[in-house]
């Protein structure tokens, strides 16, 4: 039960290498926060600066209120989730969970009652005297989630708790920790690469570049309205696809003569921008007129619900994805007629990559008393 | 892939048979004889079985003062049991805190310590025997079992080796432990120790084995006959210029002298190759 604040958090290595540049964020109580990016984009480095591993070079992190820039981990009440689990190899399940109280000093008969509360709620009853060693990979997930869970932190955070995880593991550990997160009502911070995982798990998502947030938002704000070209090829999969066109009065034109309607209330007039269109709003029609894409099957993947078509458009050789619902009768070498959806388009500056038919998306909402209004 | 050919079979079998023979024969050898009494020992050919004696010249050299030692074999025991336990002891104790700091704390100079220990694995004891032979006597370290201990309790090996397994050690333990609010002591109690026993098993037997096989620097240091080692007493013992050596006591304390090592090799062996062998941790 806590709320984050962190208020131009910057890291700074002593090679002079620079990792986060300035990060503002206010993390409500309760809310799940998800921070995806590419690696190297600071994310985690993020996250151990709110654990207290690493250092903060600059700025001022605050949990309810109160400055911990210079607590040590213990001390700020926070939990940890690793991605290899980090159990004591040699500590039965019982004592793994048990090691924080007892380093905090809880008398032995309530460390047990507890860790056995505790392992109750995710199902590790049978567990307790085991060595990690003789667990499965989820059990191992699982003990390291109850000894984050048994100390009753204000805050949790998880480093990519699922990606040594197979597939199918992952979804129902996704779907497990959003539920004992819900239902613990505990702040929690979640770093992930993964962004379907980013998407079901956030309250709110924090998509991260180059050490800067590039935008903060609901996981479909998101995805409706990305506030540049970065976070628009990074959420949602198969990815945003990107086309060069020019903007003229409320018509673009793409080179290969296609002409859309322009979203509305956008400020490139006559400009060459960059358009973004989601493999989903891609739509097969029988004949080309022109507000249609011709396109060259490359390869298909039938996924079962949908199947994704791999095609390159006519004359230009840009690749392009389009999601075509239920199995569709396309072969490689197929000639495919794509409509884009005209409302749901988005366009960005071709230099800096901003979104420019939406002026709210730049003021992305940092709070989520904004969120709500 | 084993290869399954009678002949070669039996060569190494034979192989084998020959080497334990080699192996054994003198300890036989020395059993044999310590069970003759001095006159019978000295007729020209070695016993190659029992004498009329049975075990009386082993209790004899436990029980009592053997001549040119002034003390029993027992005291002597004693002695090296000490000296032994206590560079063991020392060495791990203190390659554990040396290689801890090494590897766990950032501090000023970290590498140059660490090349610094390293650099002492390559001299020997005897290169520096007469400045730590100065000191010793300066603090009056003679005819004392400290004396006989702390100069050769600090171990590059043991630290090297420690530091090597706790490279190992993925730094996330290191991290978990921080956030669940164990300080640097409690996780090298509660996380690294329990971690390491198998390598403190094994370095405590090659250990014991180098401290109970001194010669020299008991040699130097002890001039008393209450501080004396089993090791230094066996060389003691042979050298008679005058007298004929008495073999029947030499084999006797030499085959004691055997039984601890062999003890602690036996009691640990199960960790010892565990440690040197096993990789899981």
Request: hydrophobic content about 45%.
């Amino acid at each position: 039960m806590a709320t984050l604040t962190l208020d131009a958090l910057r890291k700074t290595y002593p090679n002079g290498f620079t990792a986060l540049h300035g990060i503002d964020l206010a993390i409500d109580d309760g809310e799940l926060i998800v921070v995806v990016g590419p690696s190297g984009c600071g994310k985690s480095t993020l996250l151990r600066m709110l654990a207290g591993l690493e250092s903060i070079s600059d700025g001022e992190l605050a949990i309810d209120g109160q400055r911990v820039n210079d607590l040590e981990p213990a001390e700020r009440d926070i939990a940890m989730v690793f991605q290899n689990y980090a159990l004591y190899p040699h500590m039965s399940v019982a004592d793994n969970m048990g090691y924080a109280l007892k380093n905090r000093g809880v008398p032995k008969d309530e460390r047990r009652r507890k860790v056995e509360e505790t392992a109750r709620l995710i199902g590790l009853e049978e567990l307790l005297d085991r060595r990690p060693r003789q667990l499965s990979g989820g059990q191992r997930q699982r003990v390291a989630m109850g000894r984050a869970i048994v100390r009753e932190p204000k805050v949790f955070l998880f480093d990519e708790p699922l990606s040594n995880l197979d597939a199918k593991l992952r979804v129902q550990m996704r779907i497990e920790i959003r539920r004992l997160q819900k239902r613990l009502g505990v702040t929690a911070v979640y770093v992930t690469h993964d962004q379907v995982e980013a998407m079901t798990l956030a309250d709110r998502l924090v998509v991260m570049n180059g050490g800067h947030i590039e935008q903060v938002g609901t996981p479909m704000h998101l995805y409706e309205r990305p506030a540049s070209r970065f976070v628009a090829g990074f959420i949602g999969s198969p990815a945003m696809n990107f086309l060069d066109a020019r903007c003229t009065g409320d018509t673009l034109t793409l080179p290969c003569g296609t002409r859309i309607a322009a979203p509305s209330s956008h400020d490139a007039n006559d400009h060459a921008v960059c358009l973004g269109i989601r493999p989903e709003h891609l739509s097969r029609v029988a004949e080309a007129d022109d507000t249609t894409l011709t396109t060259r099957v490359e390869l298909v993947e039938p996924l079962g619900a949908d199947t994704l078509a791999h095609v390159r458009l006519d004359g230009q050789d840009d690749p392009l994805v389009a999601r075509l619902d239920g199995v569709q009768p396309v072969a490689e070498g197929d000639r495919l007629y794509l409509r884009p959806d005209a409302s749901r388009l988005h366009l960005f500056d071709l230099e800096n990559g901003r979104r420019l038919d939406d002026k709210d998306a730049h003021s992305c909402p940092s709070s989520p008393s904004s969120r709500l209004a | 892939m084993r290869y399954r050919r009678p002949g070669l079979d039996i060569a190494s079998h034979a192989l084998l048979i020959l080497a334990l023979l080699a192996f054994c024969l003198p300890v036989w050898l020395a059993f044999t004889a310590a069970t003759h009494d001095q006159a019978s020992l000295y007729t020209g050919t070695a016993p190659l079985w029992f004498g009329d004696q049975g075990l009386d010249n082993f209790r004899a050299v436990l029980s009592e003062p053997v001549s040119r030692l002034g003390t029993d074999v027992t005291r002597l025991l004693l002695n090296s049991t000490v000296m032994a336990l206590g560079i063991a002891c020392g060495k791990i104790f203190i390659a554990i805190l040396a290689a801890y700091a090494i590897v766990f704390f950032r501090f000023p100079l970290r590498r140059l310590c660490f090349w610094l220990i390293f650099i002492t694995l390559m001299l020997p004891v005897e290169v520096r025997i007469m400045p730590t032979y100065k000191i010793a006597a300066d603090l009056n370290l003679l005819n004392s079992y400290a004396g006989l201990i702390l100069p050769l309790i600090a171990s590059a090996t043991a630290t090297f080796l420690f530091r090597q397994f706790y490279l190992t050690v993925p730094p996330e333990l290191l991290e978990a432990a921080r956030v669940d609010g164990a300080g640097p002591w409690r996780f090298l109690k509660d996380i690294l120790l329990p971690l390491s026993t198998t390598n403190i098993a094994a370095l405590f037997v090659i250990m014991f084995l180098y401290g109970w096989n001194q010669y020299l620097w008991p040699l130097l240091i002890t001039t008393e006959s209450d501080y004396m080692t089993i090791m230094v007493s066996l060389k003691r013992l042979l050298s008679s210029a005058d007298n004929l050596v008495p073999w029947q006591a030499v084999m006797a304390t030499a085959l004691l002298a055997m039984l601890p090592p062999v003890a602690v090799i036996v009691l640990m062996q199960r960790y010892f190759v565990k440690g040197l062998v096993d990789a899981e941790k």
